[in-house]
């Protein structure tokens, strides 16, 4: 026992005294950076969270706002779920992204597609390119056969109990949990079915806009790739900066790409439609 | 008496034999160390399947967590069917044909009227053969997950180029597997008439389990 802390109010102080320390990873209340693109207005910052290597966040979004993703030491794995935050039973389908877009990677323009016809989220920006539609996320058995050990509590968390302990918060479980994308990290498909995977580590500061084409919520967790060859769990920080922006107009480039899409776009606008 | 093609190689009793017709779903528990044996009568008919564990069926069939495990896209003999937790559920014993997909998904009412068009939202399709036999044991919405469709053929081009194509299957082709925890198969036998994964005809399989 320390003696001094035995004192509730010297605890207290204690406590207090930490208040205002800065670290790598955490949320910054109210949210601020200097680097929001030219047109965002401060007041419009919706969210600014830097999320720890083998760690969570989690956020609802209104439609419109814009999510950018931040690799900044070139080494994150932004693994994502998204649901209908009306109606989390609608979430994202990866089946149905790739397939309704006849292509198996993800990029500038594709849509994340709901499993009612719906697009969730599209993709304004990426100097990425590198993405994984396919392979998921680790989870404790796959973390205990690489690390030694993959629980929340140990040193090598994985992704599934991330995103289970992330859609908790929303009053979701595990019928939740479902196929996720992977951004930053990537894999090319081979002729034969292969999975190669594409893990970096690469440059820092490569980014993705996602915005938000209906009311959502977003699970992001920070792992190691699953099909990460390196023996060791490597993984850097993630940025995340959201801000209010505006619903998809009817010329949208991105809205208007494909029939397929326009009519994903369609179909969200008339459940929106009040 | 005449030996039921179907039932060639199949070792021990016959606990069970259905048709499930054209369009319609199909749910059945199978014990840990029995063989389901799926036989594509007609030939080119996709069959969506879906998975549970008997004992808790919030672990389930994970099509990231399978073709991880195995490094590839394809299912093919000695794939092990994984659960979202990474658990063994099933292992495709035997196959004639080369390999089945697990990345094209379940047709929906919802999702065909993005890849054909509202006029089609009326059709049937396999999510509502999901939710139809699924409904019947207390789950829902929340447990359509991802799927494998056997028999169904869905390349990936080296520019991601990706559809489903004309099936590799052919009347009689059978594909089997074997229960390696006790697991719930909720069948579709898939309705779809807008792309050749059925040949846009709809056919009958057939269901034999043996232990």
């Given at each position: 026992m320390t003696n001094i802390l035995a004192n509730p109010l010297a605890a207290r102080d204690h406590a207090r005294a930490m208040a205002g320390t800065v670290v790598e990873s955490m949320p910054i209340l109210p949210p601020h950076a200097d680097d929001l693109p030219p047109g965002v207005s401060a007041d419009d910052h919706l969210w600014e969270e830097t999320i720890a290597p083998g760690g969570y966040a989690t956020r609802h979004l209104p439609r419109g706002a814009r999510l950018r993703l931040i690799d900044v030491k070139g080494d994150a794995c932004a693994s994502v779920m998204i649901f209908n935050a009306q109606m989390p039973s609608e979430r994202l389908n990866v089946a149905d992204t790739v397939k309704v877009q006849w292509n198996a990677y993800l990029g500038a323009g594709k849509l994340l597609l709901s499993d009612m016809g719906r697009v969730l989220m599209s993709i304004e920006a990426d100097d990425a390119g590198t993405h994984d539609c396919f392979s998921g996320t680790s989870n404790a058995a796959t973390n205990a056969a690489k690390y030694g050990d993959g629980t929340n509590s140990g040193p090598h968390p994985n992704g599934r109990d991330r995103f289970l302990l992330g859609a908790a918060k929303h009053g979701l479980g595990r019928r939740d949990v479902h196929p996720c994308v992977n951004l930053f990290k990537g894999t090319h498909i081979e002729a034969d079915g292969t999975i190669t995977p594409i893990v970096g580590p690469f440059a820092p500061g490569r980014s993705v806009v996602l915005r938000a084409e209906m009311e959502v919520i977003v699970v992001i967790a920070n792992c190691p790739h699953v099909l990460d060859p390196r023996p060791d769990y490597t993984v850097t920080p993630l940025r995340a900066s959201a801000w209010r922006g505006a619903i998809t107009p009817s010329d949208d480039p991105i809205r208007n790409a494909t029939p397929e899409g326009l009519r994903a776009f369609e179909n969200v606008e008339d459940y929106c439609r009040r | 008496m005449t030996q039921d093609p179907h039932t060639a190689g199949l070792t021990g009793a016959i606990i069970h034999d259905a048709i499930v017709p054209a369009r319609a779903p199909w749910l059945h528990t199978i014990r840990a160390g029995q063989t389901l044996r799926i036989v594509d009568l007609e030939g080119n008919q996709a069959v969506d399947f879906l998975l549970y564990s008997a004992d808790d069926d919030a672990e389930r069939y994970s099509m990231q967590d399978t073709v991880s495990a195995q490094g590839n896209l394809f299912l093919r003999q000695g794939t092990v069917l994984r659960s979202n937790e990474g658990r063994a559920m099933m292992t495709i014993a035997a196959t004639s044909v080369e390999y089945h997909d697990t990345i094209g998904g379940a047709c929906s009412c919802e999702s065909n009227t993005l890849r054909?068009?509202?006029?089609?939202?009326?059709q049937h399709a396999c999510v509502e053969n999901f939710l139809e036999a699924n409904l019947t044991q207390g789950r829902g919405k929340r447990d359509i997950v991802s799927n494998i469709n056997f028999f169904m053929n869905v390349p990936v081009e080296p520019d991601g180029s990706l559809g489903i194509v004309d099936g590799i299957s052919a009347p009689g082709l059978t594909v089997d597997l074997r229960a390696e925890m006790d697991v719930v198969v909720v069948v579709s036998n898939c309705p779809q008439i807008n792309n050749p994964c059925n040949a846009f005809n709809p056919t009958p399989v057939r269901m034999i389990v043996s232990a």
């Amino acid at each position: 026992m320390t003696n001094i802390l035995a004192n509730p109010l010297a605890a207290r102080d204690h406590a207090r005294a930490m208040a205002g320390t800065v670290v790598e990873s955490m949320p910054i209340l109210p949210p601020h950076a200097d680097d929001l693109p030219p047109g965002v207005s401060a007041d419009d910052h919706l969210w600014e969270e830097t999320i720890a290597p083998g760690g969570y966040a989690t956020r609802h979004l209104p439609r419109g706002a814009r999510l950018r993703l931040i690799d900044v030491k070139g080494d994150a794995c932004a693994s994502v779920m998204i649901f209908n935050a009306q109606m989390p039973s609608e979430r994202l389908n990866v089946a149905d992204t790739v397939k309704v877009q006849w292509n198996a990677y993800l990029g500038a323009g594709k849509l994340l597609l709901s499993d009612m016809g719906r697009v969730l989220m599209s993709i304004e920006a990426d100097d990425a390119g590198t993405h994984d539609c396919f392979s998921g996320t680790s989870n404790a058995a796959t973390n205990a056969a690489k690390y030694g050990d993959g629980t929340n509590s140990g040193p090598h968390p994985n992704g599934r109990d991330r995103f289970l302990l992330g859609a908790a918060k929303h009053g979701l479980g595990r019928r939740d949990v479902h196929p996720c994308v992977n951004l930053f990290k990537g894999t090319h498909i081979e002729a034969d079915g292969t999975i190669t995977p594409i893990v970096g580590p690469f440059a820092p500061g490569r980014s993705v806009v996602l915005r938000a084409e209906m009311e959502v919520i977003v699970v992001i967790a920070n792992c190691p790739h699953v099909l990460d060859p390196r023996p060791d769990y490597t993984v850097t920080p993630l940025r995340a900066s959201a801000w209010r922006g505006a619903i998809t107009p009817s010329d949208d480039p991105i809205r208007n790409a494909t029939p397929e899409g326009l009519r994903a776009f369609e179909n969200v606008e008339d459940y929106c439609r009040r | 008496m005449t030996q039921d093609p179907h039932t060639a190689g199949l070792t021990g009793a016959i606990i069970h034999d259905a048709i499930v017709p054209a369009r319609a779903p199909w749910l059945h528990t199978i014990r840990a160390g029995q063989t389901l044996r799926i036989v594509d009568l007609e030939g080119n008919q996709a069959v969506d399947f879906l998975l549970y564990s008997a004992d808790d069926d919030a672990e389930r069939y994970s099509m990231q967590d399978t073709v991880s495990a195995q490094g590839n896209l394809f299912l093919r003999q000695g794939t092990v069917l994984r659960s979202n937790e990474g658990r063994a559920m099933m292992t495709i014993a035997a196959t004639s044909v080369e390999y089945h997909d697990t990345i094209g998904g379940a047709c929906s009412c919802e999702s065909n009227t993005l890849r054909y068009g509202h006029h089609t939202k009326s059709q049937h399709a396999c999510v509502e053969n999901f939710l139809e036999a699924n409904l019947t044991q207390g789950r829902g919405k929340r447990d359509i997950v991802s799927n494998i469709n056997f028999f169904m053929n869905v390349p990936v081009e080296p520019d991601g180029s990706l559809g489903i194509v004309d099936g590799i299957s052919a009347p009689g082709l059978t594909v089997d597997l074997r229960a390696e925890m006790d697991v719930v198969v909720v069948v579709s036998n898939c309705p779809q008439i807008n792309n050749p994964c059925n040949a846009f005809n709809p056919t009958p399989v057939r269901m034999i389990v043996s232990a």
